[in-house]
């Protein structure tokens, strides 16, 4: 497995997709990447129109903002405009069961997190799509490092802050989220299990407004991808008072980890990655794979990338394949344990 994939998943993750690689993955890759689908041509000289790129989220998320900087890369090297159209509504439902009824000729493409792909199935008893039969995995471009912000106007200065308030007045916090299922729902409800307490769920319609929330003061705090409140950090709008990672951030050097803060080995990130239709055809899923590769290796990109607290991937479709059946399993295993 790609070494820097492997280093960025959580050690949960990466145990459960050891045991599914020694289980033998053949069945999950015959459906996402089968012979017949593999055999299918590219069109000639693809692409010769502009490209929609299919984000099931609103305009300034995390995923939104990695997808507009690689994929302007992108285009630029295959000579065509790669278009974000964001879709955000039933957190990524509706935007995502666009991209899976889309012809599988390379002009319609998603850009995913893990919430849409391995929360949301879970949350909903019939979905219109199946994140493993419905679409073809290209690449994991990013993994998104997230933080607990609060707003500028609070009390709340670290996190041992909120974690004590909360504990004297269970459900008195309320926290913000892009909506129900959606990774800042799902990881504040593991953060909240971790440290013993209650809070309160507002679900908005996108992490961006979520974030607007906790600045207005309409909700205590949020645990968001950094990518998305970094400028309202920088505004003095928000203020972030741990963060979701390993070690601490570079961009924020004062700013301790969440494990640092009372809550060892906590740790949650996201991914933005592009998939495409079902039946996408192989030597589509290799160019563009190939271009987001590159891209993330120019050093421009890579600098945009991490200053907003994404850190470049580029995984193969297979290793994508791979960690979306082990997510797929971890969080199935992790929402029935709290009820979600």
């Not at 679900?203 to 991808?225: I, R």
């Not at 951030?249 to 991914?271: C, I, M």
């Amino acid at each position: 497995m790609n070494p820097a994939l492997n280093t960025a998943l959580s050690p949960g993750l990466r145990l459960i997709l050891a045991r599914q690689v020694r289980a033998g993955l053949a069945a999950l890759l015959a459906g996402c990447l089968s012979p017949a689908v593999l055999a299918q041509p590219a069109p000639a000289n693809w692409p010769v129109k502009p490209v929609r790129v299919v984000v099931p989220l609103a305009a300034g998320s995390a995923v939104d903002n990695a997808a507009r900087i690689v994929l302007q890369k992108v285009g630029d090297a295959l000579g065509q405009t790669f278009t974000i159209e964001n879709q955000p509504g039933a957190s990524g439902l509706i935007g995502a069961e666009r991209v899976a009824r889309a012809a599988p000729d390379g002009y319609v493409l998603g850009g995913f997190n893990d919430s849409i792909m391995t929360m949301l199935p879970h949350m909903e008893p019939k979905p219109a799509w199946d994140i493993l039969r419905d679409f073809t995995p290209i690449t994991l471009a990013a993994t998104i490092d997230w933080g607990l912000v609060v707003g500028s106007q609070t009390r709340l200065n670290t996190v041992g802050d909120l974690i004590a308030r909360a504990k004297a007045n269970p459900g008195d916090i309320d926290f913000g989220s892009g909506g129900n299922g959606s990774p800042q729902h799902i990881g504040m409800a593991l953060l909240a299990a971790r440290a013993g307490i209650t809070l309160t769920h507002v679900p908005y319609k996108g992490a961006s407004q979520a974030a607007v929330g906790v600045a207005g003061g309409e909700v205590a705090a949020a645990l968001q991808g950094i990518a998305t409140v970094y400028s309202l950090v920088r505004a003095g709008k928000l203020r972030l008072i741990g963060v979701a990672t390993r070690t601490r951030l570079g961009a924020f050097p004062d700013t301790p980890t969440l494990a640092e803060s009372g809550l060892p080995g906590f740790e949650f990130n996201s991914w933005f990655t592009l998939m495409g239709p079902h039946a996408l055809p192989r030597p589509i899923v290799t160019t563009l794979r190939n271009e987001v590769v590159r891209a993330l290796a120019d050093p421009t990109v890579r600098e945009k990338l991490v200053a907003q607290g994404l850190t470049p991937q580029g995984s193969t479709p297979e290793e994508l394949a791979q960690a979306t059946q082990a997510q797929l399993t971890r969080y199935g295993e992790l929402m029935r344990q709290m009820g979600l």
